[in-house]
């Protein structure tokens, strides 16, 4: 069954061309293409489109359907270009011509439009809630370890003190910024589309304030050609909160492999956690972190792949669009994956203490050294020349009971404020 059914078939091979894999990622937004063609069939029966038994009928039975999506039992065939066909055949079987009036005012491209709104809408709100459970097991760690110091490093060489307390709570703040990508990609999605049919608008004396309302959107996207030029912008958008919220991530996994390895031994975690080799008896390999690392530099390109699907289309509708779908409903499945993963396996990281007794990281005190010296009156300049000499000389003794005191640095996390700016967004 097709939507544009005009009583002739295509070929075998367009069919398949066209549709790609079309239904299965529709499995992932039937339920919202049910739930806005609940709020549609409401609007039809206010507006005196559809009677009052005509509305119930159509409500009751799309709760069933939106039931049997819910359970898993609702599956598109082969013989259904996509969900909308398949919902509305569903329809039509169980209510007759009834059920065919479903389509009036609207078009297959605003039903994507709202679905997809509907969609990323849910997701972006359970990213944000993940990376909210991630950023709260950091600070947690942060506070836990803040007085284990850690060997800073510029260059990959080694540079200052550092501490677990202030790694642990940068990648938490870094979240933050993140998450800021994330709310306006939120707010980009909370425009209700519905209503802009093939991009023109309807003869129809529909009422987008009732859909706007009835699907819970802040407001609706109110010129009918721009809700059209949203399809693929809006995904753009989640993209680039995605890649975000990616970039931090790859980086804190290239941090643990780092950490992990033998060179460097700061932390480890549980045999479980980790991986062998075939031929190797002693590896204990940071498999999961390294994928990680992988599938969160992959999603730092999805705003690109999105770009070079749309970047030159005219407005109005074009069946380039169809191909972001596979883009993003994959990519948001490996974002909730990674999150879900980091927070996972961080619950069981092992913090190695005494790290800095190692006399190879004495040079990283040269500074504090050199601070108290200024402190104590001496020039800077001459400060610095006294350390390089001692440093060159092989007579520098360092001073370990550092004292930093300064909002931000590792004697001064300041926490709570970071958690403050958490608890704002």
């Known amino acids: 069954m097709k939507l544009w059914d005009k009583g002739f078939s295509t070929d075998k091979k367009i069919d398949h061309f066209t549709v790609g894999n079309d239904r299965e990622l529709d499995l992932h937004l039937a339920k919202y293409d049910v739930i806005a063609s609940r709020a549609h069939a409401k609007m039809l029966g206010e507006i005196g489109i559809l009677s009052k038994a005509e509305t119930k009928s159509l409500a009751d039975e799309l709760d069933n359907i939106g039931a049997a999506i819910t359970n898993g039992d609702f599956v598109i065939e082969d013989s259904f270009e996509d969900m909308h066909s398949k919902i509305e055949y569903l329809l039509t079987e169980k209510l007759g011509d009834t059920g065919k009036k479903i389509h009036t005012a609207r078009s297959r491209n605003d039903q994507v439009l709202v679905a997809m709104h509907l969609y990323l809408k849910d997701e972006l709100t359970e990213i944000k809630v993940q990376t909210k459970t991630l950023f709260d097991l950091l600070l947690h760690l942060a506070e836990k370890h803040k007085d284990i110091l850690l060997p800073g490093y510029t260059h990959l ?34 425009q209700n589309p519905l209503g802009s049919a093939a991009g023109y608008g309807s003869s129809f004396p529909i009422d987008r304030t009732f859909t706007t309302q009835e699907m819970g959107f802040e407001t609706m996207k109110y010129n009918v050609v721009a809700a059209q030029m949203g399809r693929g912008k809006v995904e753009k958008a989640t993209a680039f909160g995605m890649s975000s919220i990616a970039a931090t991530l790859s980086k804190m996994a290239m941090d643990i492999c780092l950490y992990m390895s033998q060179n460097f031994n700061f932390i480890s975690f549980p045999d479980e956690l980790t991986t062998g080799s075939s031929i190797m008896p002693h590896k204990k390999n940071p498999d999961v972190f390294e994928l990680i690392r992988g599938k969160c530099n992959k999603l730092q390109s999805i705003p690109n792949q999105l770009t070079l699907v749309i970047n030159n289309l005219p407005s109005g509708y074009h069946r380039d669009l169809q191909l972001v779908k596979e883009i993003i409903v994959p990519a948001i499945q490996d974002m909730k994956a990674c999150l879900e993963i980091l927070t996972f396996s961080f619950k069981e990281i092992r913090v190695h203490r005494n790290i800095v007794d190692d006399s190879k990281y004495d040079y990283m005190f040269s500074v504090d050294t050199l601070n108290e010296l200024v402190q104590s009156g001496m020039p800077f300049r001459d400060a610095y020349k006294k350390m390089g000499q001692e440093i060159q000389e092989g007579t520098f003794t360092p001073k370990r009971d550092i004292e930093h005191t300064h909002q931000g640095s590792l004697g001064n996390l300041c926490l709570d404020k970071i958690q403050e700016k958490m608890d704002k967004i």
């Open 157 to 190: 060489q080694i540079a200052m003190p550092s501490s677990f307390g202030l790694w642990f709570s940068a990648y938490a703040e870094s979240l933050i910024d993140d998450l800021y990508f994330i709310e306006a990609a939120y707010k980009i999605a909370d």
